[in-house]
C-alpha cells in the first residue's frame, strides 16, 4: 500500500488509485 494500483473496465477507463485519491486517466 502507498504506492497505488491501476483499474481498468471494460470500457477502457483507467483510474489510478492511492491511499486516499482517485485520478481517472
Known sequence: EGQ???IVF???TRLL???SK???I
Do not use: E, M, R
Open 4 to 6: 497505488g494500483f491501476s
Open 10 to 12: 471494460g470500457k477502457g
Open 17 to 19: 488509485v492511492k491511499p
Open 22 to 24: 482517485w485520478h481517472p
